[in-house]
C-alpha cells in the first residue's frame, strides 16, 4: 500500500497492531483449525463460570 | 453457551450451503479473541431457503433479544421476506445474513472462501484477506483491535512461508 492509498483508519489499524501479542498468535497458528475451536468453546465456557461466580458473589454481598 | 461445533455440523448435514464469516472465521484464521455467536453468509436461493428453514425448526429459533411471545415463526416465508436474522437457538446464538457490508451476498463471496474441515464438517469460510475486508468495511471502532490482530496473523503467515 502506498502512503496515498493509505487512510487514517490504516493509522488507527497500526496503532492498534503495536499492542497485538504476536507469540499468541504464533502459538496459535501452531494449533490445527479444530484446536483453534475447541479452545473458543472451552474458553466460553469459562468466561460463563466466571460470569455466575460473579453473579453469586453479588447476590451475597 | 453457543455449541459452534453442533451448529456448523448442523448446518452442513442439512445441506445448507453457507459461508462462515465474523469471529468464528477469525477463530479458524488464528485469533484468539472471544466470540459469542456463529455468524454466516447463506445463499438466498428458493431450495436453500427451504433447507435452512427445515434444518434449524427442531432447534427452535427465535429472534435473539425480542421479548418472548411473538408470533414468530421459522419458516421459509419468514427467511424469504427478511434478510438478516440475529437469533437465537437451542444450539446457542446464530446470526443468518443473506448479505454484509462491503462483502455482499453469498455468490459474491463465494470466490474468497476456503473450505474447512474442523471435526469432520465440510464448510466455507470467508478467507483471511476478505475477512479483513469486510471488518474494515463495516467501519465499527469496535472492530479495530480486531482488525489489527487478523493483519498480524496475515503478517505472521507470510513471515513462514
Known amino acids: ?61 | 453457551m453457543t455449541d459452534f461445533k453442533a451448529v456448523l455440523r448442523t448446518l452442513a448435514e442439512g445441506g445448507v450451503e453457507f459461508i462462515v464469516v465474523g469471529g468464528v472465521a477469525a477463530t479458524i484464521h488464528g485469533s484468539s479473541r472471544l466470540t459469542r455467536d456463529v455468524d454466516v453468509v447463506y445463499r438466498r436461493t428458493a431450495s436453500n431457503i427451504a433447507r435452512l428453514a427445515a434444518t434449524l425448526t427442531p432447534y427452535q429459533p427465535y429472534l435473539r433479544g425480542a421479548p418472548p411471545g411473538l408470533p414468530f415463526r421459522w419458516d421459509a416465508a419468514t427467511i424469504e421476506r427478511g434478510l438478516n436474522f440475529t437469533l437465537t437457538t437451542q444450539l446457542g446464538s446464530l446470526d443468518l445474513l443473506g448479505e454484509i457490508t462491503g462483502g455482499g451476498s453469498y455468490e459474491a463471496l463465494r470466490p474468497f472462501t476456503q473450505v474447512v474441515r474442523p471435526f469432520g464438517v465440510e464448510c466455507r469460510c470467508l478467507d483471511l484477506g476478505h475477512l479483513i475486508e469486510v471488518k474494515r468495511a463495516a467501519g465499527r471502532p469496535k472492530d479495530f483491535e480486531a482488525i489489527a490482530e487478523l493483519e498480524a496473523i496475515r503478517e505472521e503467515r507470510e513471515k513462514k512461508s
Open chain 1, 1 to 61: 500500500m502506498t502512503p496515498a492509498e493509505r487512510s487514517s483508519i490504516d493509522d488507527i489499524v497500526d496503532l492498534y497492531k503495536r499492542d497485538v501479542d504476536r507469540t499468541l498468535i504464533r502459538e496459535r497458528l501452531s494449533r490445527s483449525i479444530e484446536e483453534r475451536l475447541e479452545d473458543l468453546m472451552n474458553f466460553e465456557a469459562f468466561a460463563d463460570e466466571l460470569r455466575e461466580a460473579g453473579r453469586r458473589a453479588r447476590l451475597h454481598d
